[in-house]
């Protein structure tokens, strides 16, 4: 099983997002991570996934930091006590679980290091399980190709993240999903917005009546507040195919909001 995030994997070049940063690269199986060492977070994240022999294993792995980067550079444990926060997985635990059950149980596993987590607000709702399904509707319409995805995600990394506890906690993530089509490389864009739910004025508090907002974006504009170069994956926006009607920002409420 090799390690790191497969460029070639959809059979259509495709690099990781390059962010603007500096950042310490760190290679598990099927997922790489591109560690910010001034935030400790990734700035990037990107695993590729066979939906054709994913399999659904019981939860396996102990959170643990990476002995290859510095310490003081991941948020550790300390972040997520006695509070409302969730290490929220970056790379799903179940994405990169494919192929034979050791080496699916073994890449499900690396999925548990520090530099693989970001604060999310503990609160589940509808709009954080759309979040969190997202690649598996993406990973169901591309059941009419090969089954197959690369999927990158972050925490938007912005100047006015509120600090808390030596960190500053990210109030919106990105993900972008890509696939190969019958016309060649296809990629859609989502932002989660957690800010309503992070209130760090009091050590951290989660006002009970906040909800995620999750929206489907342009690459584009991902790629603007992420300060990433995304390569070949705004050209392959699905927004910006012919005939798809200018949507611009999209609030979604269920997956049949979704443009794919």
Excluded: C
Aim: glycine residues 8%; hydrophobic residues 45%.
């Amino acid at each position: 099983m090799s390690d790191g995030f497969d460029p070639d994997f959809l059979g259509i070049p495709l690099p990781l997002p390059s962010p603007a940063v500096e950042t310490i690269r760190l290679d598990y199986p099927r997922f790489s991570v591109l560690l910010d060492p001034e935030r400790r977070f990734a700035a990037v994240t990107g695993v590729v996934i066979d939906g054709a022999t994913l399999l659904d294993l019981p939860r396996f792995g102990e959170w643990r930091l990476d002995p290859r980067a510095p310490e003081s550079a991941q948020a550790g444990p300390e972040v997520y006590s006695r509070n409302d926060l969730d290490r929220g997985h970056l790379v799903r635990r179940r994405d990169p679980g494919w192929g034979s059950p050791d080496d699916a149980r073994d890449a499900t596993a690396a999925t548990f290091f520090y530099t693989n987590a970001a604060p999310q607000a503990a609160d589940f709702n509808q709009s954080k399980e759309l979040w969190l399904g997202l690649e598996d509707h993406v990973l169901a319409y591309a059941e009419s190709t090969d089954q197959r995805l690369a999927v990158f995600t972050a925490p938007v990394l912005g100047p006015d993240d509120p600090p808390y506890r030596g960190i500053r906690v990210p109030l919106r993530f990105w993900k972008i999903a890509a696939w190969r089509s019958a016309s060649g490389l296809a990629a859609a864009g989502f932002v989660l917005d957690q800010t309503s739910l992070v209130d760090t004025a009091q050590g951290l508090r989660v006002p009970p009546l906040g909800a995620f907002r999750t929206f489907q974006v342009p690459i584009d504009d991902i790629a603007a507040a992420a300060g990433v170069d995304v390569g070949p994956l705004a050209g392959a926006d699905v927004l910006a195919r012919p005939g798809v009607r200018p949507v611009g920002v999209r609030e979604l409420h269920d997956a049949g909001d979704i443009v794919l």
